[in-house]
């Protein structure tokens, strides 16, 4: 899942698209080097970001998914929203999943949406409403909570015969440093939770503040980590670096056909 950001104030420039002729660059870059999705979004969510209007984030993303959809008929396009609305006017103009950081707790009437019309939906979690986001929680044990907190949601979904469901557990998002890292050494145990895992962990802070250095040089510990994730049961990296990705992919696939099957 290659990162496309219509926003001016994301946390890696790399990814912040301002027109639609560059977002169709990048797209037909990203599919060129393997990425199979296309996550768009237009609201940042980086520490201290700035909410905007529902209306501005839908005038950022829909005519770049309308752009790639008509140029680009075959890939998969991912709308990367907490809101409703946002997700509803991007699945008109040509989107086909539905990312929300939220997990249906910050906007209303999330999931009676995605159940009453089967949107595929990625289930991530975090804790409280937009502005809380980057609040940390006092967890006790944060894997068995995360999981516990997501559960019910999974449960209800199904419950409801939703069937296209991707968990993630919200990497960078209502948690530390150091809860980041406990999450991916233990990301294999989320597979109880019957859906197929996402990481999202390309040049975040977990990376770059713990070397040092700054999201422009986090390229090789976005691998590192992807190369983790991948041996502890992820079946989705979201990236900002296709190539680099796909490389991590095909060498742990490698691995995997010779014998390794997961980390110890």
Same mark, same amino acid.
């Not at 890939?75 to 991007?90: C, E, Q």
């Given at each position: ?31 060129? *080097? ?16 700035? $909410?905007?209007? $529902? ?17 680009? $008929? ?77 559960? $019910? ?45 996402? *990481? ?14 700054? *999201? ?49």
């Amino acid at each position: 899942m290659g990162i496309l950001n219509i926003t001016p104030d994301s946390f890696y420039e790399g990814s912040r698209v301002t027109s639609v002729d560059i977002a169709l660059k990048q797209a037909s870059e990203m599919i060129a *080097a393997g990425a199979l999705i296309l996550d768009i979004g237009g609201h940042s969510t980086r520490p201290e970001a700035t $909410p905007v209007s $529902p209306q501005e984030e839908m005038d950022r993303v829909c005519p770049i998914i309308a752009a790639i959809s008509a140029a680009i $008929p075959a890939v998969i396009i991912s709308i990367d929203t907490y809101r409703v609305a946002v997700a509803k006017a991007a699945l008109a103009a040509g989107a086909h999943l539905f990312n929300d950081i939220g997990a249906g707790q910050m906007d209303e009437g999330v999931f009676d949406y995605i159940v009453e019309n089967q949107v595929p939906y990625i289930l991530s979690h975090s804790v409280g409403r937009f502005e809380q986001v980057h609040e940390v929680p006092e967890y006790q044990n944060v894997v068995a909570e995360v999981i516990h907190d997501l559960l $019910p949601k999974v449960q209800e979904l199904r419950s409801r015969g939703f069937k296209d469901l991707i968990v993630d557990p919200g990497f960078g998002f209502s948690k530390s440093l150091d809860h980041n890292y406990t999450l991916l050494a233990h990301l294999r145990s989320f597979k109880l939770l019957g859906a197929p895992i996402l *990481a999202g962990l390309s040049r975040k802070t977990m990376i770059w503040k713990e070397l040092g250095i700054s *999201a422009d040089e986090a390229l090789n510990g976005s691998s590192v980590l992807h190369t983790v994730a991948l041996l502890q049961g992820a079946s989705l990296l979201r990236v900002h670096d296709v190539k680099e990705a796909k490389e991590t992919i095909h060498l742990v696939q490698k691995l995997q056909a010779n014998g390794i099957s997961h980390l110890l």
